[in-house]
């Protein structure tokens, strides 16, 4: 291994993108053997935060770093005991979306983005191979946002995050026992503006005022996540064919809500309508809201342990592969103060009447499951995968996928419990105590593709099922339907090349058949046209484009900052309105940078021209943004 740049007798460098590689914990797994080229193209390298590298799939509070909600249904992640706060999940490295480095150098990556808004995101990667058997990886990620609205300041933080991901692989020299260990650490601090306090003077009530208008929550509330998460997967070869593996996971989320309510009467009464309360009282400023704890303040959090061992073991039988294995889960939901809280009731003047004993534990238990794995590879890169996992008495999830050159179909059959926040919660504005019964879902999806010379294209279409479906109501309270969601999605994604010009494009087209609970856009589009190489063809690869997304009108989910939730709301619907940049993308060898102008439409500001992404939350305003990656292979 050398410690050095390697030089050829030409002085040309040796080490680069065509000797360092990436995988994932799946391709081990799987014994797949498949490696990732590090991605060195213009394509979508503009695309610098999770919406819009998911083509503006998700719903944002319209800015970096804030709460995401997945525009269309999704199953949850896992079966069994699962905490349900998760609209900061997009964020947090996993074992399906971290990288493990193949590198015969050490290798550097440095990644920066700025606006003029203020906000900032740096990206640091260092990997190296120690030796041929064992290698490491640093992944550090620090993003900040600034309000766009209700700020004292130019630069008055709304949302700090920063992920750190360091894993570690190693194999044997005989290359029986194989190894993979990663820490990965998400710290999450949001100042919740809780929206826009309206202003009936200023075009459409100042929803696109910005710097003119106030947050319902002022400077006082702030919401904090962190997340703890250490994973070792560890693989011995038997003997021919059969090989024995294990994975230890062990997550630690903790979730904390402050609001200190002002003492004037503007703070107290802007709360009336905002938290969930369990009653008023009339004062001389008013209606004055009463909480379980405390009208003074809101201060709570709570801590989620879940631990996870699971064994197994694959080998190959007759033309398939094979997996099996069993899984233990012990897992804790509690307020973090484990001693007994009073919750408390009011007469009509506000009095303390009486108080009840609330215990901290929300949620504990210990869960075994079984499950497995079926995928036969043939030679034309055919290949068919069948999944299953039960929670002994309880939950289940089947899977199948059909690949081959042209089309993937899948299907997916899944019974899966509540929530441990959907079923019990403690708080100083609600308390719950459910017992809801398991969601049903039956999906199947498919997608094609074709292409030559200029033209690809790849439809696909989508189809849900869901049964007993669990949402958060008008009120923020959870709810379960007895009525049956049926939910399509049909769409397409083309890309066009004429000349040195290039056309990409994707629409699809939403639509509940039946109930309307679950929200999305019945029409998204995002597209962009773009010219490839017309700066400096000789010396520099570049893009020069317009990029355009628009969600057509729809009831989209309001969002509680307390309980980090998106919840149904049947007041106002988000107007649809077309967001479109100008973007640059230039390569030199190893060096990219882009600059582009976000929401161009909202150019003049007295226009008042802008669009919400979350029902109060008004998306960022026009403002220029630009980034660089630069990677070293020394």
């Known amino acids: 291994m050398a410690q050095s740049q390697i030089l050829d007798d030409t002085t040309k460098q040796v080490y680069g993108t065509n000797t360092t590689f990436t995988f994932r914990e799946i391709d081990i797994l799987d014994d797949t053997k498949k490696k990732y080229k590090l991605d060195t193209t213009l394509n979508n390298f503009h695309h610098f935060t999770s919406i819009q590298k998911s083509w503006y799939q998700y719903q944002d509070l319209g800015a970096w770093g804030t709460s995401v909600r997945p525009l269309y249904f999704q199953t949850p992640h896992q079966i069994g005991a699962r905490l349900g706060i998760d609209s900061y999940y997009l964020y947090l490295p996993t074992a399906e979306n971290i990288d493990y480095f193949d590198t015969k150098s050490p290798f550097i990556r440095l990644n920066y983005v700025q606006g003029t808004t203020g906000d900032q995101s740096v990206n640091f990667i260092y990997a190296r191979n120690v030796n041929k058997r064992l290698s490491f990886t640093l992944n550090y990620k620090r993003t900040n946002a600034n309000k766009a609205y209700g700020a004292d300041n130019t630069r008055d933080v709304l949302a700090d995050q920063t992920t750190l991901n360091l894993n570690v692989q190693y194999e044997s020299k005989n290359k029986k026992y194989r190894l993979l260990f990663h820490y990965a650490h998400l710290n999450q601090i949001v100042n919740e503006q809780g929206g826009i306090i309206k202003n009936g003077a200023l075009p459409d009530s100042g929803r696109f005022a910005y710097r003119e208008i106030a947050s319902k929550l002022g400077a006082t509330a702030q919401s904090w996540q962190t997340h703890n998460n250490f994973r070792i997967y560890q693989q011995y070869k038997i003997g021919e064919g059969l090989v024995g593996f294990a994975t230890t996971d062990i997550n630690r989320q903790r979730d904390a809500y402050l609001d200190i309510f002002g003492r004037d009467s503007l703070s107290i009464l802007a709360r009336v309508n905002y938290y969930p309360n369990i009653g008023t009282i009339t004062t001389p400023i008013g209606q004055v809201p009463l909480y379980n704890f405390s009208n003074t303040s809101t201060s709570e959090s709570t801590i989620y342990w879940q631990f996870d061992n699971k064994i197994g073991w694959k080998g190959r039988w007759k033309k398939f592969n094979y997996q099996v294995y069993y899984k233990n889960r012990i897992y804790d939901f509690y307020l973090i103060d484990r001693k007994l809280k009073f919750a408390y009731s009011y007469d009509n003047a506000g009095n303390i009447t009486g108080s009840r004993n609330i215990s901290p534990n929300l949620g504990e238990g210990v869960q075994n499951f079984v499950g497995g794995k079926l995928f036969l590879q043939l030679k034309d890169s055919t290949r068919l995968t069948l999944e299953a996992e039960h929670l002994l008495g309880r939950d289940y999830q089947l899977k199948g996928t059909f690949e081959s050159k042209w089309f993937v179909a899948k299907g997916k059959s899944v019974l899966y419990s509540p929530s441990l926040l959907e079923q019990r919660y403690v708080s100083n504005h609600f308390i719950w105590d459910n017992s809801f019964g398991n969601v049903f879902v039956n999906e199947v999806e498919a997608e094609a593709f074709w292409s030559n010379k200029f033209l690809s294209v790849k439809p696909f279409f989508n189809y849900q099922v869901v049964g007993n479906f669990i949402y958060f109501d008008e009120k923020a309270l959870p709810k379960q339907t007895n009525d049956i969601l049926q939910m399509t999605r049909i769409g397409v994604f083309a890309d066009v090349k004429f000349g040195k010009f290039r056309l990409a494009q994707q ?81 030199i060898g190893n060096f990219r940078i882009f600059g582009k102008l976000m929401n161009i439409l909202n150019f003049r500001r007295a226009d008042y021209r802008s669009y919400e992404t979350t029902p109060d939350y008004p998306a960022l305003p026009f403002t220029f943004t630009f980034g660089i990656d630069w990677m070293f292979f020394n």
């Not at 989209?556 to 309980?563: D, I, R, S, W, Y």
């Not at 077309?578 to 230039?586: G, H």
């Open 507 to 587: 629409g699809i087209f939403f639509q509940n058949i039946g109930s309307n609970i679950f929200r999305a856009p019945p029409i998204s589009y995002t597209g962009r046209i773009f010219c490839e190489d017309c700066l400096y063809k000789k010396r520099v690869q570049s893009q020069i484009g317009i990029e355009a997304n628009y969600k057509s009108d729809y009831f989209g989910n309001a969002f509680l900052p307390v309980v980090k939730q998106f919840h149904l709301q049947n007041v106002r619907s988000i107007q649809g309105f077309w967001y479109l940049e100008a973007f640059m993308n230039v390569k």
